[in-house]
C-alpha cells in the first residue's frame, strides 16, 4: 500500500466517524426539544393550576406565575393574601380589574355611626354612597345643632354687651373665672353677675376674702342695685371670710358651702377672690390640689359659680397663679390697654374660653360707669 493510498483511507475512516456523531449529537438534541416541550406542558399545567387557586371572581391572578401580558402589581392587595385588619380589601381591590379604587368607599361608610348622627345620613350619621364623601343634608345638621343647643340650660352673665358676645349665653352651674388687674372692675363684673339672677327673683351668695359685709353691700348700692334688700328678703347672702381662716379650715368648708348652697337654694355664687385664698399655700403642688378640690366642690354643689382672680404681672391673660383659668369652663379677662396710635389707656375685655358655647373672641372695649359694667360690643378697641 502507498502512502497516498493510506492516507485517502484514513481521511474515510474520518468522515464516517464524524457523520456518525453528527448523527448521535442530532439525536440527543431532538430528546432534548422533546424533554423540554415536555416540561413546558408541566410547567403551564401547574400555573393554570395555581392560578385558579388565587384568582378572584373578576379572573385577577394572584401569586401565580406571571404571563408576558401580567400586571405585576395586579394582585397586590387582593386575593387571599390580602394583610389582615385593612377594611374595604378584597378581590376587587386596587389592581384587580381596573375598577375605581374608591368605588366602595362611600358603601362601607354609608353605614357607619357617628355622634350625634343617624343611619339616615342626617347631621353626619356617616357618608351616602350616592353622594360620594357627603355628609348629610344641611338641614339635618342644622337640626342636631338645634337639638344639642336645646339640651343645655344656659345663662346670661348680666353685662350689657358681653352677652351678645357669648352666643346663647353661658352653661348653667358652670365655673366661670373673671381674671384682671387691680382696678379693671372684677368686683364689679360680680356683683353685676349675681345682680341678674337676684334682679330675676333669683337667689345668690357672695363671698368675700378682700372686703367686709358693709362695703360689699355698698358698693352694689351705689351701682343701683338693691342688694340690702335683697339680703332682707332673705334672698342674698354675704359672707366675709378671712383667707387664713378659710385656708385653715377648707376642708370642712367646703362642705358647709356645699350646704349653704344647698340648703339656701342659691342660683348663682361668687368668691372674691380666689388669688387670696391661693397665696396660703407656699408649696405649688399643695396649692393646686386645695385650688382643685375647692373648685370641684362648688361644682358638685350645682351652682352656678363665679371666681375672681388677680392677672399675672408678667401676662395679663392669665391668673397669678396659673391654676383658676384650666379649672374654670369659662374665663373672662379684663385688662388695660394702650393702643400704639393713642396715648389714652383703655378697658378691653376678652372671652377667653367658654366651654359648650360658641363666642366672639375679639377684645372689645367697656367702660365701669355708675351702673356698672358696660361693653361696647360694636367697637373696636385699636
Known amino acids: 500500500m502507498t502512502d497516498d493510498d493510506w492516507f485517502e483511507r484514513a481521511l474515510d475512516e474520518e468522515d464516517d466517524e464524524n457523520a456518525s456523531e453528527r448523527e448521535t449529537e442530532g439525536r440527543a438534541d431532538d430528546e432534548r426539544r422533546a424533554a423540554d416541550a415536555e416540561t413546558d406542558a408541566d410547567t403551564g399545567t401547574d400555573t393554570d393550576a395555581g392560578v385558579d387557586t388565587a384568582t378572584g371572581a373578576d379572573g385577577s391572578s394572584g401569586d401565580g406565575a406571571l404571563g408576558d401580558d401580567a400586571d405585576p402589581f395586579g394582585g397586590l392587595g387582593a386575593g387571599t393574601d390580602a394583610p389582615e385588619g385593612n377594611p374595604g380589601r378584597d378581590a376587587d381591590g386596587p389592581g384587580s380589574g381596573g375598577g375605581d379604587p374608591f368605588g366602595d368607599f362611600g358603601a ?13 345620613g342626617g347631621g353626619g350619621g356617616g357618608f351616602d354612597a350616592s353622594d360620594g364623601f357627603g355628609g348629610g343634608d344641611a338641614e339635618g345638621f342644622e337640626a342636631a345643632e338645634a337639638e344639642f343647643e336645646s339640651d343645655i340650660a344656659r ?34 363684673f360680680a356683683l353685676q353677675f349675681l345682680n341678674e339672677a337676684l334682679d330675676g327673683g333669683g337667689k345668690a351668695v357672695y363671698i368675700t376674702l378682700e372686703e367686709s359685709e358693709d362695703a360689699i353691700l355698698s358698693t352694689a348700692e351705689e351701682k343701683g342695685w338693691p342688694y340690702r334688700e335683697y339680703e332682707t328678703e332673705g334672698r342674698l347672702a354675704v359672707v366675709a ?7 385653715n379650715s377648707l376642708d370642712s368648708l367646703r362642705d358647709d358651702i356645699s350646704r349653704l348652697v344647698t340648703e339656701f337654694d342659691a342660683d348663682r355664687l361668687v368668691l372674691d377672690s380666689v388669688s387670696l385664698l391661693e397665696t396660703m399655700y407656699d408649696h405649688p403642688s399643695k396649692r393646686r390640689s386645695e385650688v382643685f378640690d375647692f373648685a370641684r366642690s362648688l361644682k358638685r354643689a350645682g351652682v352656678t359659680t363665679m371666681l375672681t382672680s388677680e392677672a399675672s404681672t408678667a401676662d395679663p391673660y392669665t391668673s397669678r397663679h396659673g391654676i383658676v383659668e384650666y379649672l374654670a369652663d ?13 396715648r389714652e389707656t383703655r378697658l378691653g375685655v376678652e372671652i377667653q374660653k367658654i366651654r359648650d358655647a360658641n363666642h366672639s373672641r375679639e377684645t372689645k372695649p367697656y367702660e365701669i360707669t355708675d351702673e356698672g359694667i358696660s361693653v361696647y360690643r360694636q367697637a373696636n378697641i385699636f
Open 155 to 188: 345663662v346670661d352673665v348680666g353685662i350689657e354687651g358681653l352677652d351678645e358676645m357669648v352666643l346663647g349665653g353661658v352653661p348653667e352651674r358652670s365655673l366661670m373665672a373673671v381674671v384682671g388687674s387691680a382696678g379693671t372692675g372684677k368686683t364689679t
Open 241 to 247: 371670710m378671712d383667707p387664713v381662716e378659710m385656708a
Open 330 to 342: 369659662a374665663v373672662f379677662v379684663l385688662q388695660y390697654i394702650r393702643p400704639s396710635n393713642s
Open 108 to 120: 362601607e361608610m354609608s353605614g357607619a355611626s357617628f355622634p350625634g348622627g343617624s343611619p339616615e
